[in-house]
């Protein structure tokens, strides 16, 4: 199955986060926080979106950061994603 975003929306697929800090301590499970990176997976056509013309700044495999508490999340196929709008992204990695 593949996802196929409508309108301004972003389907992201979350980095996967360390399991050790940069001193060396491993983390368990619960206590590990998820990072705001992602990879973009595929991006939804833009278009008019409540009257305004949305031009779709990312692309597929861009590495961006998201806002902590945006989009919704969906698994499919076993896989973890997240749907956002575009505006919800707050920059892209190079």
Same mark, same amino acid.
């Given at each position: +199955?593949?996802?196929?975003?409508?309108?301004?929306?972003?389907?992201?697929?979350?980095?996967?986060?360390?399991? =050790? =800090?940069?001193s #060396?301590?491993?983390?368990?499970?619960?206590?590990? %926080? /998820?990072?705001?990176? @992602?990879?973009?997976? @595929? !991006?939804g056509?833009? #278009?008019?979106?409540? $009257?305004?013309?949305? &031009? +779709?700044?990312?692309?597929? /495999?861009?590495?961006? *950061?998201?806002? &902590?508490?945006? $989009?919704?999340?969906?698994? !499919?196929d076993?896989? %973890?994603? *997240? *749907?956002?709008?575009?505006?919800?992204?707050? @920059?892209?990695?190079?």
């Amino acid at each position: +199955m593949k996802l196929v975003p409508l309108g301004d929306r972003v389907v992201l697929k979350q980095l996967v986060a360390d399991e =050790t =800090t940069k001193s #060396g301590i491993v983390l368990p499970g619960q206590n590990k %926080e /998820k990072p705001q990176q @992602a990879e973009v997976v @595929a !991006v939804g056509p833009g #278009g008019v979106i409540d $009257g305004k013309e949305v &031009k +779709m700044e990312v692309k597929e /495999k861009d590495l961006v *950061i998201y806002s &902590k508490y945006s $989009g919704t999340e969906v698994k !499919v196929d076993d896989e %973890e994603y *997240i *749907i956002c709008r575009q505006s919800d992204i707050l @920059a892209i990695l190079q």
